[in-house]
């Protein structure tokens, strides 16, 4: 099994910019895919991004298109998110997952197996 802890996460004003990170931990990652998700006060988990193994075929969610960027390091055994021109329509709770291996970057949540405990990202106006 594998355990997954999302950093990074916190208080930002509109328009400015956050870094998250997810570290595993318990076995090595680097032939799965990765992706990020959200999950907003009272509504249902929303797909983000995903990346795969090696790094060249990534998918994100219209919304965040031109603002997130997805990347991996996989000697670190990490996936990070780099989030700019925040809105507060951004303010969820960001997590982590890991999904097939040696497969495409994938958005579907239901394919995907372990997941962090999530980190918060609050945006203000």
């Known amino acids: 099994q594998v355990q997954l802890v999302e950093s990074g996460g916190g208080l930002v004003q509109a328009g400015e910019s956050l870094r998250l990170s997810c570290a595993a931990s318990?076995?090595?990652?680097?032939?799965?895919?990765l992706g990020w998700f959200r999950q907003a006060p009272g509504k249902e988990r929303e797909s983000v991004a995903s990346?795969?193994?090696?790094?060249?075929?990534?998918a994100y969610v219209n919304s965040v298109k031109g603002r997130f960027t997805i990347s991996r390091d996989n000697a670190k055994n990490t996936v990070y998110l780099q989030m700019n021109s925040l809105k507060p329509e951004d303010t969820a709770v960001y997590y982590c997952?890991?999904?097939?291996?040696?497969?495409?970057?994938?958005?579907?949540?239901?394919?995907?197996?372990?997941w962090g405990q999530g980190t918060q990202v609050t945006v203000s106006s």
């Open positions: 997952a890991v999904g097939p291996r040696w497969s495409g970057a994938e958005l579907d949540s239901s394919k995907y197996n372990y």
């Open positions: 318990g076995r090595t990652i680097s032939t799965y895919v």
């Open positions: 990346i795969n193994s090696s790094g060249n075929n990534l």
